[in-house]
Each structure stands twice: as structure tokens, then as C-alpha cells.
């Protein structure tokens, strides 16, 4: 595992700026990044989100909404989840 330490400036809004060659190599999302505060050390390292596709088919929903209009469905949607309260 490769380790690299280096000095960075925090600007006056708590800024730092990433390397160009390391968002390049380790983020799929340019923009996004988690950052792990412990033991006063920051950790920051590159988001992976959760891979969910395999969960879009388990589960069953009896709706009767359009599934080409989101709005409706996420309505109805809602709509059931505030009836199971």
C-alpha cells in the first residue's frame, strides 16, 4: 500500500487543495470525498458510494403509479410509507 505524506495550506475557509494527479487516480466522483476525524488525526480518502443495483429487484411494491413519472411514484410512495406509521 502506498503511503505519501505531505505538507498542505488551510486557506481562511478551511480550505485544502487535493492533488490534480491523486483526484485523478483515486476519486470516481470528482466532487466527493469522506473525511474520518479520530484521535486528532484527519483522514480524508476517496467516497466509494454503495453498489445497489443488486438490491433493485428484491423488492415488491404493489403500486399503481406510472413508473415513467417519478414524481407520482415517489408521491404515492410516501403516501403508503405515512400509512404504516
Known sequence: MEQ???LKHVDAQGRIVLPKK???KHLKDPHSVVMLVKDGEIV???NE???IS???DSVELNIKSDL???NDV???LYDIGQKKK
Open 44 to 46: 480524508v480518502k476517496a
Open 4 to 6: 505519501i505524506e505531505m
Open 74 to 76: 415517489r408521491k404515492e
Open 54 to 56: 443488486d438490491l433493485i
Open 68 to 70: 415513467g413519472d417519478w
Open 49 to 51: 458510494p454503495e453498489d
Open 22 to 24: 491523486w483526484r485523478d
